[in-house]
């Protein structure tokens, strides 16, 4: 089977293409034909050798996929061969074809399909958590989200609105202010181009009062602009830092606002918190099932253009999510 491996950090380019052997399934071990897997921003670090996680090399990128099952372990006990599947896979995923947990796995829900799954997990997987457990966002709080054109930013525009918080999306271009408001958007902030501070943006759109959830997967300036614009008992989560920066912040803004500064990571919290994970799962299953969530997919790339595709994220051009089309 054909694989994209790194075999030394560095940027998409130094990336190859090799066939390699899948190994046959034992105990709680599922082997599965991957069919399209979803690009995330931590696949562009962990080749890089900056992310938290760092497999073994040679290793293949992609935290996760959708695709059929072709054999199981002896101890797996909620699949069998032919089942389509969606997987959490952390890594892995640029291949053929994968051994992945039982664990790991959910079943693709009906009216899903390939590409939609493989984008699902890790983009509704992290805003659910974040807006659920972490936030503990209650209808009708303002929550305002940065890089709300990107897969995370989409997924919790749609996810707030559908528990009640009235959403204001943040982005640099008009353009991708229309994708957040084709999402649900109620309100639409363009931060780029202007010389008007974001914080000041905010408190205008805002009344002055501020708002009560910010969601930043952006970090770099825009993290203590906003912070300064947090309502009295506001909550910001630390997402990510798609800007290429970490932010140092100001302790005594956290005192000042008597708000929380919120981290989140979701791929720690599903091994910590199993149960808590699998209940948001079920969740987010019959939030899609309602109609409420629906994965927005930019654009899909061959498996030979995976290049492209990586890019496609580090130049921040996407809007939705990056798929990479593995197998036919």
Known sequence: MRAILCKEYGPAEKLVIEDIECPEPTG???KVRVKAAGLNFPDTLIIEGKYQIKPEMPFSPGGEMAGEVISVGDKVSR???????IGMTGFGAFAEEMLVEESR???????????????????????????????NIQP????????ASGGVGLATVELGKAMGAHVIAAASTDEKLQVAKAAGADELLNYGNTDKPLKDMIKDMTGGKGVDVIYDPVGGAFTEQALRAMAWNGRHLIIGFAAGEIPKIPANLALLKSCSVVGVFWGAFTKQEPAVHEQNMVDLMKLFA???IKPTISEVFEFE????????????????????????
């Open 28 to 30: 709680l071990n599922v």
């Open 79 to 85: 699949f069998k061969p032919g089942d389509r599947v």
């Open 105 to 135: 796995l959910l079943p693709l829900p009906e009216g899903m399909s390939f590409e939609e799954g493989s984008a699902f997990t890790m983009v509704y997987g992290t805003s659910y958590h974040a807006l659920k457990q972490r936030a």
């Open 140 to 147: 009708g709080e303002s929550l305002l989200v940065l890089g």
């Open 290 to 292: 309602d109609g409420k």
């Open 305 to 328: 253009d995976y290049e492209k595709a990586l890019a496609a994220l580090t130049g921040r051009k996407a809007t939705g999510k990056v798929v990479l089309k593995v197998g036919s």
